[in-house]
Nanobody, 123 residues
Framework: VQLQASGGGLVQTGGSLRLSCAASGRTFSGNGMGWYRQAPGKEREFVAVISGTGSLKNYADSVSGRFVISRDNAKNMVYLQMSDVKPEDTAVYYC?????????????????WGQGTLVTVSS
């Protein structure tokens, strides 16, 4: 599967942004999908994950209540709606396809990654 993330850009603190991830090739609606991010000088960290059917979701504490992950299996798309963004949300955001429908808790649980999209939050 090939993943293409888009939607990043410059946004002010408190603003909103929606990231999109398009999947092509051998795609499976049964696979969970996730978003990770990597800030400059830091390791990649978990942001959010959604199950294959979209019925289950989990978020990092740092974004819970502000970000919403969703998916449209008919379009092979995954989204990350970011609201009330903060400067510490500045990072390159990556979407990944999980190796299974759920129980995706670490990077190694994901088999494919997109190229990333940069989100910069100005203070």
């Amino acid at each position: 599967v090939q993943l293409q993330a888009s939607g990043g850009g410059l946004v002010q603190t408190g603003g909103s942004l929606r990231l999109s991830c398009a999947a092509s090739g051998r795609t499976f609606s049964g696979n969970g999908m996730g978003w990770y991010r990597q800030a400059p000088g830091k390791e990649r960290e978990f942001v959010a994950v959604i199950s294959g059917t979209g019925s289950l979701k989990n978020y990092a504490d740092s974004v819970s209540g502000r970000f919403v992950i969703s998916r449209d299996n008919a379009k092979n798309m995954v989204y990350l709606q970011m609201s009330d963004v903060k400067p510490e949300d500045t990072a390159v955001y990556y979407c990944g396809q999980g190796r299974r429908a759920w129980y995706l808790s670490k990077e190694s649980d994901f088999s494919s990654w997109g190229q990333g999209t940069l989100v910069t939050v100005s203070s």
